[in-house]
């Protein structure tokens, strides 16, 4: 039996659904990995150890960004059967047991317009866009991804309209670096989702993935808070609070530019809940300049805090500035994550009492609301004399035994009513 190991981005996973369609009916195991940070490769190399463990007979091929930009090393570890380039992983052929095996060393340019057109849990990724023409200064991603480039808006439509066709009610749109769409014809993301909504009036739910925050136009900007099929939820790659450390990072907005826009998204739709990518602990950060991205999560109401512990990454401008002390990073981020959960734990206690909207996942126990809050369905639960729903927390006998999933409703959207909180997950009962 074939199957494929997923690190990383919202993109592998993606990417991951199109290659399951595309294994030989063998012992083949392919591991798409990450590059985004030092414990992502050491995290691939793991994986791939374990895989060979656990399935001895199985050959192991290795794809994705952490294989793009050390593929020699990738092809050197005895589990290794094969290296496929990012640009080679979505041709079926790749994975043919009479594919060479010999590493692939050169990056072709031309754009593979096959994408990904695959639904993975209820919602259905389709790829977009690959690639990025910006270089951060931490970041190694564009070595193993290569530069923008985009999928045609036509093709985009034809996928999602056929995952709509098959069942699909939320399709989320990804890329590397997703406002940069419209390489090849001069349209740009806003252009696509009016497109999109208009070609495609059956796709109840469209969900945008990561968005940088400098580039959301105006066009993008009015979808954002007008179109009710434009799910509220947006997940900003802010990386830092702090001008200086954004600046030696080569982002392209400052903090006021990233405070600006959440306060004129929020004034214009109030249930949009706000993501964002930071980095603690980068290079020459002070407290002072850490400061300032502890306090950007409350001036940016970010409910959704990817917290990264810089790694340096060889090759990349921020591995040769001064370090911060390994202890410092691991301490910083932890900060961060807690700042991210308390300000989490207040909005979803918020929700508490409220009705969503909730498209239910294909194990019939989980969903999603439309803002993108994790909600547990079942029956209502229990709550101790006097207790408010909206307190609970993980390990709290308060919050009662886990629901009983629903009979039905799976990949559906079911309006739910929230009962209580636990931890990070709002529970539901569907009516």
């Known amino acids: ?204 739910r469209l969900r945008l993935s990561s968005l940088d925050p400098i580039e959301i136009d105006d066009r993008l900007f009015a979808l954002i808070v007008g179109e009710t099929r434009l799910m509220p939820h947006l997940h900003l790659s802010l990386q830092a609070g702090d001008d200086m450390i954004l600046k030696r990072m080569k982002r392209r907005h400052l903090r006021a530019d990233a405070i600006r826009l959440v306060e004129r998204i929020k004034a214009a739709r109030s249930e949009i809940a706000i993501g964002a990518d930071l980095i603690a602990g980068f290079p020459t950060e002070t407290e002072a300049m850490f400061a300032n991205s502890l306090r950007i999560v409350d001036e940016c109401d970010i409910v959704f805090g990817h917290i990264f512990p810089y790694s340096p990454r060889r090759g990349t401008p921020a591995a040769r500035m001064p370090q911060v002390e390994p202890e410092v990073v691991r301490a910083r981020a932890k900060r961060l994550r807690e700042a991210c959960a308390e300000r989490q734990a207040r909005w979803l206690d918020g929700l508490v009492g409220t009705r969503q909207q909730v498209l239910v996942e294909l194990d019939g126990r989980t969903g999603h609301a439309e803002n993108f809050a994790k909600v547990e369905l079942g029956v209502p639960l229990p709550l101790a004399r006097g207790a408010r729903g909206g307190n609970s927390s993980p390990g709290d006998p308060r919050a009662g035994p886990p629901p009983a999933p629903p009979a039905s409703g799976r990949g559906e959207i079911l309006r739910t009513l929230i009962t209580a909180r636990r931890g990070d997950t709002l529970i539901g009962s569907p009516e």
């Open 1 to 204: 039996m074939s199957d494929v190991i997923t690190l990383g981005c919202r993109l592998n996973i993606a990417e991951s659904e199109a290659i399951r369609t595309m294994l030989p009916d063998n012992d083949l195991i392919v591991v798409n990995s990450c590059a985004v940070t030092e414990e992502a490769v050491r995290q691939t190399r793991r994986a791939i150890r374990r895989a060979h463990r656990e399935r001895p007979d199985a050959r192991i091929v290795v794809t994705g960004c952490a294989a793009e930009v050390e593929r020699e090393a990738f092809a050197a570890m005895p589990e290794v059967s094969r290296v496929v380039s990012n640009l080679k992983k979505l041709r079926s052929g790749s994975y043919s047991p009479f594919a060479s095996s010999e590493v692939e060393k050169r990056i072709s340019t031309s754009l593979d317009t096959n994408g990904s057109q695959v639904q993975t849990h209820a919602r259905a990724f389709v790829e977009v866009q690959n690639g990025c023409d910006h270089r951060c200064t931490f970041c190694i991603i564009p070595y193993g991804r290569g530069p923008s480039r985009s999928t045609p808006a036509g093709a985009v439509i034809e996928r999602i309209r056929l995952l709509v066709d098959q069942g699909a009610q939320e399709v989320v749109l990804t890329g590397v670096d997703l406002t940069s769409y419209g390489d090849l014809t001069g349209d740009s993301l806003g252009l696509l989702v009016e497109r999109v909504l208009k070609a495609v009036p059956a796709l109840p």
